[in-house]
C-alpha cells in the first residue's frame, strides 16, 4: 500500500486507542491489527464502489439506448419508474430516486445504514447519468431492445450488488415481505412484476407488456450471471485455523448462526493432518460483501466454499433482522 497512505492509516488507528484508554500509552501490537482492518476495508470500499460505476453506467446504457427512446419498460422499480415516465411530465431520473426511496428507507431498517448510505449513493448516479449522459440509441427492433436492454440493465443490477448496494430496491422490499408472509424471495418478486406487467398492459399496450416481460427475463438471467449464480440465500463454508475467531464474528457481529462441524485437514503444511472446526453459515446475497469483508480482516488465506441455497425451512435466518451489530 502507499507509504502515505499507511502513514494516515497508522495515524487514525493510533487517534482512536488513545481516546478509548486516556492516561494509557498505545503500544504497536495494539495498532497493527487496527491497521489491518482499515486496509481490508479501504480495499474492499475501492472494489465494491468500482463495482457501483460500473453498474450505473451499464444500467444507464440499457435505459437511454435501449428502453426509454422506445417507451418500453422492465420490472421492479425501474419498471415503476419507466412506466411513470411514460404517463407523467416527471424526468426518469427524479422518477428513478422517488420510486426507490421508500425501498432504502426500509433497507435502512431491515439490512442496515451502511447498504442503505451506498444504494442511495448507487441510485443517486444513475440518476444522474440518465439524465446528463447522452447515449446513442442503438437500434428500434424490438426484439434487440428487449433482450439487450434487459441484458445492459441486468448487467448493471448485478454488478451494484456484487458491490454491496442496489440500483433496484424491490429485492429489499420482498426479503421484508418473504420473511413476514413465510413466502420465499422469488414469489413475492413475481407477485409485483405481475402487477407492473399488467399496469403497463393497460397503460400502453399488452404487446409493450409482453415485450417487458422478456426484458425482465434477460434482466433476471444476467443479474443471476454477474453475481456467479447466486440467488435468495448463500451457503457459506469456511475452513480457516481461526475458527474461533470466525465464529465470534458471525454470532456476534453479524448476529448469523451458524453450524460447527469437527473436521481434520487431509494435508497441512508440515505435511501432517491438523483438527480445526469447519463452519457454515447460510446468509442472503445482499450480505456477502460484508461477509467477506469481516472474513478478510480475520484471515485472508481462509477457504470459503459458496453454493446456492434455493430455500430453506427453520432455523434462524428469516427471523433475525439483518442490521449490523455495532
Do not use: C
Given at each position: ?76 422499480a425501474t419498471g415503476i419508474s419507466l412506466l411513470l415516465e411514460n404517463i407523467t411530465a416527471l424526468n426518469l431520473g427524479v ?159 453479524l448476529r448469523r448462526a451458524c453450524t460447527i462441524y469437527a473436521g481434520k485437514g487431509g494435508y497441512g503444511t508440515s505435511g501432517e493432518s491438523v483438527k ?51
Open positions: 500500500m502507499n507509504p502515505i497512505l499507511s502513514k494516515l492509516l497508522v495515524d487514525i488507528a493510533k487517534r482512536k486507542l488513545e481516546k478509548k484508554q486516556v492516561n494509557k500509552p498505545v503500544s504497536q501490537k495494539q495498532i497493527v491489527p487496527l491497521v489491518r482492518n482499515y486496509q481490508v476495508e479501504l480495499v474492499h470500499a475501492v472494489k465494491e464502489y468500482i463495482y457501483i460505476l460500473i453498474g450505473v453506467f451499464s444500467a444507464g446504457f440499457g435505459l437511454k439506448g435501449f428502453l426509454l427512446p422506445n417507451s418500453f419498460i422492465d420490472g421492479g422518477l428513478l430516486v422517488i420510486v426507490n426511496l421508500p425501498f432504502i428507507i426500509l433497507a435502512s431498517r431491515t439490512i442496515g445504514k451502511k447498504f442503505a448510505i451506498k444504494s442511495i449513493v448507487a441510485i443517486s448516479l444513475l440518476a444522474l447519468v440518465v439524465h446528463f449522459i447522452h447515449y446513442p440509441t442503438v437500434t428500434d427492433d424490438k426484439l434487440l431492445i428487449a433482450v439487450f436492454g434487459g441484458f445492459f440493465l441486468g448487467l448493471g443490477i448485478g454488478m451494484s450488488m456484487r458491490g454491496g448496494s442496489v440500483i433496484d430496491g424491490t429485492e429489499v422490499l420482498a426479503i421484508f415481505l418473504g420473511r413476514k408472509l413465510s413466502l420465499t424471495i422469488g414469489d413475492v418478486l413475481l407477485l409485483i412484476n405481475i402487477l407492473i406487467f399488467s399496469a403497463g398492459a393497460y397503460i400502453l399496450s399488452i404487446e409493450t407488456a409482453l415485450y417487458a416481460m422478456l426484458t425482465y427475463l434477460a434482466a433476471g438471467k444476467t443479474v443471476d450471471f454477474v453475481v456467479d449464480g447466486v440467488e435468495e440465500y448463500v451457503g457459506v463454508t469456511i475452513i480457516s485455523n481461526k475458527h474461533a475467531e470466525l465464529k465470534i464474528m458471525l454470532t456476534q457481529k480445526k472446526d469447519i463452519i457454515y453459515t447460510v446468509v442472503t446475497r445482499l450480505e456477502l460483501a460484508k461477509l467477506q469483508t469481516e472474513i478478510d480482516k480475520i484471515d485472508r488465506n481462509a477457504f470459503i466454499i459458496m453454493g446456492i441455497v434455493k430455500d430453506l425451512r427453520g432455523g434462524m435466518i428469516k427471523k433475525k433482522p439483518l442490521k449490523d451489530q455495532h
